[in-house]
């Protein structure tokens, strides 16, 4: 007797696909099967032949629970992630109060959020300048023992409470990461340069949305990878750049790759389908973001460097702010407003719509970006990310026909706002299934239960291939 028979599901086989049925027991897959004559379930849930993924992994959210839960808790989080096609999220180390530099700290947040999710959730660890300053890196090894997946450095400023890195506190912090084996994932904008020129932009009065983003330019984000790469080449730490946002970015990934560096990338939808001159004049602070938007060369350059490898896999940055005190607060401008976008319920339809649908990304390469990539990267597979017998029966189950609009007062996330709102796909998420039970169904919208979602740990470390398909 198995617990879900998923009928008519088309899964992919390559670039190609095969409709067959699921047999899902206590969560997780037990077989595939093209008769089911003498099979017998507790439930059948027929996805009528849509194409159904592995479930889909968001492997960069800050839902800042505990602490600023005025802009997201993990309830609202997660059922923002679950209604776009999201089975697991990994949370970012910054956004809690306190933040996550320790293992108690990180107890603190899985006991603040566990009774909260609804999709499952694993976690990132964290170190900072002051961590190094203070001589507290054996946090580090600590957080990486207890099944953290990598470890996050900030180059600029983002949360007081999660001060950034100097260049030699950088070094340091490769070190110790190094040593665990796990990803160092960078916030990739050189400080000074960012500094310098947002204030004399604001001096010089520019008050237009489009300032942010020529203030904050491409060139900070290249410097900054090109040292993170140089300080990977020197460490052995495995360097991951967190939503990318350049082309010039993807082309110094790729190289750094060919020269058998372990540096891996996540570019964000965001930079795949938006510029900054158009957005930022239309929504201004509510597609203000760092790193900014960028061009659509750039657009293009990133679609480019998903399809042959040099980018490994998509994320979001989801990244809510309270609308009424942080983005649009009385007299708040362009240079005042909180940087940030949710993003966590979008993902998986923009890149269904303009990367699978419009000929971008193969079928085989838009599995790995959603889900198998991030899941190897973050040593989640084969539990996640993958569709073998014994695999969490996680589904993001897709009607590629749907056409759709964003609607920002339609959206799950706490904060209702999108630089997205009045976009229009083809393409969505329909089903979202995370080990075996159903949380979110287009029709009825949020099913799953609070407190189901489980806290994932690492299960083994595992590095990409660095193979560029040119
Ligand atoms: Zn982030």
């Given at each position: 007797?198995?617990?879900?028979?998923?009928?008519?599901?088309?899964?992919?086989?390559?670039?190609?696909?095969?409709?067959?049925?699921?047999?899902?027991?206590?969560?997780?897959?037990?077989?595939?099967?093209?008769?089911?004559?003498?099979?017998?379930?507790?439930?059948?849930?027929?996805?009528?032949?849509?194409?159904?993924?592995?479930?889909?992994?968001?492997?960069?959210?800050?839902?800042?629970?505990?602490?600023?839960?005025?802009?997201?808790?993990?309830?609202?989080?997660?059922?923002?992630?679950?209604?776009?096609?999201?089975?697991?999220?990994?949370?970012?180390?910054?956004?809690?109060?306190?933040s996550v530099r320790s293992v108690e700290q990180l107890e603190n947040k899985l006991n603040a959020i566990k009774d909260k999710a609804i999709?499952?959730?694993?976690?990132?660890?964290?170190?900072?300048?002051?961590?190094?300053?203070?001589?507290?890196?054996?946090?580090?090894?600590?957080?990486?023992?207890?099944?953290?997946?990598?470890?996050?450095?900030?180059?600029?400023?983002?949360?007081?409470?999660?001060?950034?890195?100097?260049?030699?506190?950088?070094?340091?912090?490769?070190?110790?990461?190094?040593?665990?084996?796990?990803?160092?994932?960078?916030?990739?904008?050189?400080?000074?340069?960012?500094?310098?020129?947002?204030?004399?932009?604001?001096?010089?009065?520019?008050?237009?949305?489009?300032?942010?983003?020529?203030?904050?330019?491409?060139?900070?984000?290249?410097?900054?990878?090109?040292?993170?790469?140089?300080?990977?080449?020197?460490?052995?730490?495995?360097?991951?750049?967190?939503?990318?946002?350049?082309?010039?970015?993807?082309?110094?990934?790729?190289?750094?790759?060919?020269?058998?560096?372990?540096?891996?990338?996540?570019?964000?939808?965001?930079?795949?389908?938006?510029?900054?001159?158009?957005?930022?004049?239309?929504?201004?602070?509510?597609?203000?973001?760092?790193?900014?938007?960028?061009?659509?060369?750039?657009?293009?350059?990133?679609w480019e460097g998903l399809q042959n490898g040099s980018v490994d896999f998509i994320a979001t940055d989801h990244a809510p702010y309270e609308?009424?005190?942080e983005k649009d607060a009385e007299g708040m401008n362009i240079w005042t407003a909180f940087p940030g976008i949710p993003g966590v319920e979008?993902?998986?339809?923009?890149?269904?719509?303009?990367?699978?649908?419009?000929?971008?990304?193969?079928?085989?390469?838009?599995?790995?970006?959603?889900?198998?990539?991030?899941?190897?990267?973050?040593?989640?597979?084969?539990?996640?990310?993958?569709?073998?017998?014994?695999?969490?029966?996680?589904?993001?189950?897709?009607?590629?026909?749907?056409?759709?609009?964003?609607?920002?007062?339609?959206?799950?996330?706490?904060?209702?706002?999108?630089?997205?709102?009045?976009?229009?796909?083809?393409?969505?998420?329909?089903?979202?299934?995370?080990?075996?039970?159903?949380?979110?169904?287009?029709?009825?919208?949020?099913?799953?239960?609070?407190?189901?979602?489980?806290?994932?740990?690492?299960?083994?470390?595992?590095?990409?291939?660095?193979?560029?398909?040119?």
């Open positions: 007797m198995y617990d879900l028979i998923l009928k008519n599901a088309r899964i992919p086989q390559g670039d190609d696909t095969v409709v067959t049925n699921i047999l899902v027991k206590d969560g997780k897959i037990s077989g595939f099967t093209q008769e089911l004559d003498g099979i017998e379930a507790k439930e059948v849930m027929d996805v009528e032949g849509h194409l159904t993924l592995p479930g889909c992994i968001d492997s960069h959210v800050h839902i800042n629970d505990p602490g600023f839960t005025h802009r997201e808790n993990f309830l609202t989080g997660t059922s923002a992630a679950a209604s776009g096609g999201i089975t697991t999220v990994i949370d970012m180390p910054c956004c809690s109060v306190p999709v499952d959730y694993a976690m990132w660890g964290g170190v900072t300048g002051e961590d190094v300053r203070e001589g507290w890196l054996h946090n580090v090894k600590e957080q990486a023992d207890y099944g953290v997946v990598a470890f996050k450095v900030y180059m600029t400023p983002s949360v007081p409470t999660y001060p950034r890195v100097t260049d030699p506190e950088m070094l340091e912090a490769f070190k110790a990461v190094a040593e665990t084996g796990l990803p160092i994932g960078i916030h990739a904008e050189n400080f000074d340069m960012c500094d310098f020129y947002v204030k004399k932009f604001e001096e010089e009065g520019r008050m237009d949305g489009p300032a942010w983003a020529e203030a904050r330019m491409p060139l900070a984000e290249k410097v900054a990878i090109e040292l993170g790469i140089s300080f990977a080449e020197a460490t052995g730490a495995r360097l991951h750049i967190v939503h990318m946002s350049t082309g010039i970015g993807a082309k110094l990934v790729g190289e750094a790759k060919k020269r058998g560096l372990d540096v891996t990338a996540e570019t964000c939808p965001h930079y795949l389908t938006l510029n900054y001159k158009d957005a930022m004049s239309k929504f201004k602070q509510f597609a203000k973001i760092a790193p900014p938007l960028r061009t659509e060369k750039d657009n293009e350059e990133l609308i009424a005190t979008t993902m998986v339809p923009i890149i269904i719509s303009e990367g699978y649908n419009k000929g971008r990304l193969s079928l085989s390469r838009l599995v790995e970006v959603l889900s198998t990539s991030p899941a190897k990267h973050y040593g989640l597979y084969p539990k996640k990310g993958a569709m073998f017998i014994g695999s969490d029966a996680d589904f993001t189950v897709i009607d590629l026909d749907k056409e759709w609009t964003i609607d920002k007062d339609k959206m799950y996330t706490k904060s209702k706002y999108t630089p997205f709102h009045g976009y229009k796909l083809k393409g969505k998420p329909v089903k979202t299934i995370v080990r075996g039970k159903l949380v979110y169904d287009d029709e009825n919208g949020i099913v799953g239960q609070e407190g189901y979602g489980e806290f994932i740990k690492r299960q083994s470390i595992q590095k990409l291939d660095k193979a560029i398909k040119y």
